[in-house]
């Protein structure tokens, strides 16, 4: 080693200059230095979590753990390692799977065998186990806080978890927001050793009378766990239900006046106990700009973008004739379903339109009908009406007539017999008045009633011609409709892709909006890189990227640019460390993924996969 300290010496002035040109090939190299993409590199895994409120770690170990792990578990397909770990209240089941496995075939095997338990894993310890969401490797996409200075932490929590949850929950590839500091908004009963003492009230009875005052309760040793109905009344000719009317109880002060169970109503729960709007006890909290607050931690699903093949009609499938991994173009025929019933309903609609035409073309002659029925009934009243006026001038006539005579037959120029014949001849004359009038009023009636029936007839198919009609266009309407589902039999592709979960055979019946495979579109694949933060001074949308796939090795390269650039990653939001045990801050170097778009002619003669191993050297000025 000596002889190397003395030749540096020696030659200082060769070493610095080699330091020198050394650095500046470094530095030139940076500009091009490969930068490693992160796909999906998490191995295949399925969590089950039981929540086990108010045990110890121990007692979560021995009566949910091991016999979840070691007897229901143990020995599914596929399952490389399990790994457990035991928390006061809650149990946590990990299973790795080989390489090769399908995330969601595992889920499915394993939630299998978590069917064999019922309800829950043990009755009366635990909750039902549940299958937690398959997560993304880079998992936690954004963590956000929620802070108010005018609403508490319970109202925060209920704007949280109603509100806000739900609607990061809707957001495409978003798995699960979790709830940091949550509180949940609980009636509470407290009690008091000492004052249950003095009322000689166990807390049994306190139990009893709060769980039994609700509508229902999840303990399953109290009466108000099951409902039930209120039964029903045989009459002679029916059966009549009985339903029963439940108050809620929602406030401190209604639950405070519930009578205890077993004192004769001498006590009142708010008597012997504290009942208040609370929330549970905290294991931990957030924190939110040095204060309290919630903290949402958004966590995203694995995968790329794919399009769902959905069923748009329900029946039973006559023809699939694309297999999984098969490439498909836009428009080929993935799927038939049998069209027998969809033909039936076409005809069907088709002979309603013809009915409803008729129907119609009837309400035109009717109308017309109409029409002329009421110029008839205007004719009879005109003619009414003129022997209406020759019956008052006869009566008018015969009236003068009679007058003339009765004057007469005092100076005996009349005989009785004449007089006799006048007088009949002017009642004659008279009656035949009252029959016109009465002729002209029915008249009158007739005219009226044909007018509302050429209304009504006129209402009908007024403003609109045949085709217009709405009782036509409902009809046409329907017979589209009924086209429509007919040519939704036949299941096509909508996007060049891959077939991929394909979840239909020949025989199977399908319901509307059921899955029936996806469609990965290859051609038009993305890379997701993920930068170091140090990384980021120079990446520019628009930046040039030069792209190898350890699927066809370095002799192949993609082509592609920058798209843009993700808002964060990981805890980039976060307000506090994640995933930070000790409560110690520490600096934590951050990666930001970038979208880079590839050429769709390299895609399309060497097709990618979804989370495939990728390198990428992003050109940056």
Do not use: C
């Not at 002979?351 to 008839?376: F, I, K, M, W």
């Not at 801050?585 to 002619?601: C, G």
Request: charged share 20%; net charge neutral; aromatic share 4%.
């Amino acid at each position: 080693m000596p002889w190397i300290i003395a030749w540096s010496l020696k030659f200082r002035m060769a070493v610095v200059v080699a330091a020198v040109a050394i650095s500046a090939i470094g530095i030139a190299q940076l500009r091009s230095a490969p930068v490693d993409v992160l796909p999906e590199f998490t191995p295949p895994y399925v969590e089950i979590q039981t929540e086990a409120n108010g045990l110890s770690a121990d007692e979560v170990e021995q009566l949910i753990t091991v016999p979840l792990e070691a007897d229901l578990l143990n020995g599914v397909q596929g399952v490389e390692v399990i790994r457990s770990r035991s928390l006061p209240g809650l149990s946590s089941v990990v299973l790795v799977f080989e390489p090769s496995t399908d995330v969601y075939r595992g889920r499915q095997l394993v939630q299998e065998r978590l069917t064999q338990l019922g309800g829950a894993a043990w009755p009366m310890i635990s909750k039902p186990s549940v299958v937690l969401p398959p997560l993304s490797s880079s998992s936690r996409v954004l963590m956000i806080g929620l802070s108010s200075s005018e609403l508490t932490p319970i109202e925060q929590s209920v704007i949280a978890r109603w509100t806000v949850r739900p609607r990061l929950m809707g957001v495409p590839g978003v798995a699960n927001v979790a709830i940091w500091g949550m509180r949940d908004q609980q009636l509470q009963v407290q009690v008091d050793p000492e004052q249950l003492r003095r009322s000689h009230v166990t807390l049994s009875q306190v139990v009893e009378t709060a769980g039994n005052a609700q509508v229902f309760s999840p303990l399953s040793y109290l009466e108000a766990s099951t409902p039930g109905t209120g039964g029903f009344i045989e009459t002679g000719q029916q059966r009549l239900q009985v339903r029963n009317v439940l108050e809620t109880i929602a406030d401190p002060n209604s639950l405070g006046q519930v009578p205890v169970e077993d004192t004769g109503g001498r006590l009142e729960l708010a008597d012997v106990a504290t009942v208040t709007v609370d929330h549970q006890p905290l294991i931990g909290d957030a924190v939110v700009n040095d204060g309290d607050g919630l903290l949402l931690v958004v966590e995203k699903y694995p995968g790329a973008d794919t399009a769902a093949v959905t069923a748009l009609v329900s029946g039973p499938i006559i023809d699939d004739p694309v297999g999984e991994t098969q490439f498909v173009r836009k428009g080929t025929v993935v799927a038939v379903i049998e069209p027998a019933d969809f033909k039936l309903a076409v005809e069907r609609a088709q002979a309603q339109l013809g009915q409803a035409e008729r129907r119609v073309q009837g309400y035109y002659a009717n109308e017309d009908a109409a029409a002329a029925q009421t110029a008839s009934r205007a004719s009879d009243l005109a003619r009414a009406a003129a022997q209406l006026v020759a019956a008052r001038s006869d009566y008018v006539r015969a009236d003068a007539e009679y007058g003339r005579r009765r004057r007469l037959a005092g100076t005996g120029a009349v005989s009785a017999d004449e007089l006799t014949q006048s007088q009949n001849s002017r009642q004659t004359s008279q009656a035949a008045v009252a029959a016109a009038q009465a002729a002209l009023r029915k008249a009158q009636a007739d005219v009226a009633t044909a007018n509302a029936q050429h209304q009504a007839a006129a209402v009908l198919v007024r403003g609109t011609d045949l085709n217009a009609n709405p009782e036509v266009t409902a009809a046409r309407s329907q017979l589209h409709q009924a086209q429509l589902d007919l040519g939704r039999t036949v299941v096509r592709a909508p996007v060049d892709g891959i077939v991929t979960k394909k979840a239909i055979d020949i025989g199977q019946r399908v319901q509307t909006g059921a899955l029936l495979m996806n469609i990965v579109p290859v051609q038009s694949a993305y890379v997701d890189a993920n930068f170091k933060e140090v990384q980021l001074r120079k990446v520019r949308v628009g930046s040039p990227v030069v792209l190898t796939s350890d699927l066809y090795g370095k002799g192949v390269k993609y082509h592609g640019k920058v798209v843009g650039v993700g808002g964060g990653s990981g805890s980039a939001f976060a307000l506090i460390p994640a995933q930070n045990a000790t409560g110690n801050w520490i600096k934590v170097v951050q990666r930001v993924p970038v979208r880079i778009a590839l050429d769709p002619k390299e895609l399309q003669n060497n097709p990618l996969r979804v989370g495939l191993s990728m390198k990428a050297e992003v050109e940056v000025r």
